[in-house]
């Protein structure tokens, strides 16, 4: 028993389209990196059903590997920057970024 491509997809437009609401709506900076990867997790679904469904090669799987590794380096240096935020001025609400600019 195979589940049908339809499945998958739906799955996955359901987790980028909450991803987007929460990069959209929230303001916290981590909670905007975890939109960021929940997004980035349902293209690679996507790609990774797509793949199965079309075997003749596996770009879809070659692709998911480098979006996992754009991925962990967006998280890498996106905690950093918000950390060095945080130490600067005390919040991590993405609100007070522009004060940066002083």
């Known amino acids: ?8 997809v ?5 987790l980028f389209m909450t991803g987007a609401v929460g990069f959209l709506i929230r303001r916290n900076l ?7 990867e929940l997004m980035l997790n349902a293209v690679n679904l996507t ?12 770009t879809g799987q070659i692709f998911t590997f480098f979006i996992i590794a754009i991925a962990a380096a967006e998280a890498a240096v996106g905690l950093a920057i918000v950390l060095a935020f945080f130490r600067l001025r ?10 940066l600019r002083n």
């Open 90 to 99: 005390g919040t991590v609400r993405s609100d007070d970024a522009d004060l």
């Open 10 to 14: 739906i799955v996955a437009a359901a």
């Open 47 to 58: 790609l990774v059903a797509f793949n199965r469904q079309y075997v003749g090669g596996h």
């Open 30 to 36: 981590l909670v905007l990196l975890m939109s960021i």
């Open 1 to 8: 028993m195979t589940v049908p491509l339809e499945y998958f």
